[in-house]
């Protein structure tokens, strides 16, 4: 797998089938994103490409002192790396960043630097200036602009979502039995 930090030296990929997201702990419901890329991205005879932010925008943008990644960077990579995806991006997260619209995101990373074919997102996707581009806007914007949007369905664990955000709470409980569960791998150290 390719890894890029920034953008200034990208390859021109074929039919690049793009995924966006922190992807920390890589947790079921991203590995079934990062499979779904996959797929499509062979179906269209593509590349698949993920593009991720680091540091964790919360870590930028909320100065929560209780929040914590669940994975290093360097082992979230590994773990998509795992799922057969061909190249990530690492885009640089900070204030300024954070204040691009959904639009500006979506043409100049998606549209101008990546020249990506196809989105794959869930439906509880949403990114640019406070969270404003979520699922229907951005496929619409993308549509709108002749991207591919493929849809997909949320990962479900006990009738819940599988988001990162819950899974931190199982960690602060250290219920590791349901954290392992949700991650599809053992967690770490259990002290």
Known sequence: MQVFKGTDKLPSWKKPVVAIGAFDGVHLGHV???RFLCEQATKVGGTSV??????HPRMVLRHDSGFFTINSLEKNLELIENQGVDAVVVLPFSIEF?????QQFVQEFIIDTLHAH???MGPNHAFGHHREGHHDNIKTLCCDNGLQVVD????????AGVHSAVIREHIRR???ETVDAMLGYEYGPKT
Do not use: A
Not at 98 to 102: A, E, I, M, R
Not at 152 to 159: F, G, R
């Open 118 to 120: 196809t989105i794959v």
């Open 50 to 55: 993920v593009l991720t932010f680091d540091p």
């Open 32 to 34: 079934r994103i990062l």
């Open 174 to 176: 250290q219920d590791w």
């Open 98 to 102: 954070s204040k691009l619209t959904y």
């Open 152 to 159: 997909i369905p949320e990962e479900m664990w006990h009738d």
